[in-house]
């Protein structure tokens, strides 16, 4: 599994810190498009010169990296609870589907920015990369199940796993916080669609 990403040290101007700067940039990149967005554009959102961005990251791409990574962390985080945890392979995978959903509710800028990348920079197909790597977990997951007989066999186990996720991911389209389900409801929600049509048969 790839090491879990760090965010570089804080440094720059008193005031303005990496945080306020990663969640401005990342609202603009999910409003006008990472590639469509210039350093120009974020400074005159935050207020401050290029410049002062500059004293804390130092290109465009190297927001983008941090931005993908917190979200990409959160979902290894989660599948290496999975890799610690005893008891059948569907239930582990159920679990890394809810975990992923919480992921998901408590990064939401993050994650959507994540689906969006296409690989034109080092950072995005680095990102893309990282993505492989956890889906292949995935499909690992859904081949033990499989092989415990608690997945239906019908289905290539590759295509199960992007459903899956396909399922999860589909959250940034329309899941808003403010006044809606929590992730815990979500979650159970998600799980419940997605497992109860996947399950083999009782007695097949």
Same mark, same amino acid.
């Given at each position: 599994?790839?090491?879990?990403?760090?965010?570089?040290?804080?440094r720059g101007r008193p005031g303005?810190?990496?945080e306020s700067l990663l969640s401005v940039a990342v609202k603009v990149f999910n409003e006008r498009g990472y590639e469509a967005t210039s350093?120009?554009?974020l400074?005159?959102?935050l207020g401050i010169t290029k410049s002062a961005i500059y004293h804390h990251v130092a290109s465009k791409d190297e927001l983008l990296r941090i931005a993908v990574d917190r979200a990409l962390d959160g979902l290894f985080? $989660?599948? /290496? &609870?999975t890799t610690v945890m005893s008891g059948k392979a569907i239930d582990r995978l159920e679990f890394l589907v809810r975990r992923s959903v919480h992921v998901l509710v408590d990064?939401?800028?993050?994650v959507t920015l994540l689906l969006r990348v296409r690989g034109n920079t080092k950072a995005e197909r680095a990102a893309l990369a990282r993505r492989r790597e956890f889906d292949r977990l995935v499909t690992e997951l859904?081949?033990? $199940?499989? /092989? &415990?007989?608690?997945?239906r066999p019908d289905v290539d186990p590759a295509v199960t796993a992007r459903l899956l996720f396909g399922l999860v991911n589909s959250l940034t389209e329309w899941y808003r916080p403010r006044g809606g389900m929590g992730a815990d409801a979500l979650a159970d929600a998600v799980c419940k669609i997605a497992f109860d049509g996947l399950r083999q048969p009782a007695g097949d």
């Open positions: 599994m790839p090491p879990t990403r760090t965010t570089p040290a804080r303005y810190d990496l350093m120009e554009d400074s005159r959102k985080e $989660a599948a /290496a &609870e990064r939401l800028p993050f859904v081949l033990q $199940a499989e /092989a &415990e007989g608690d997945i």
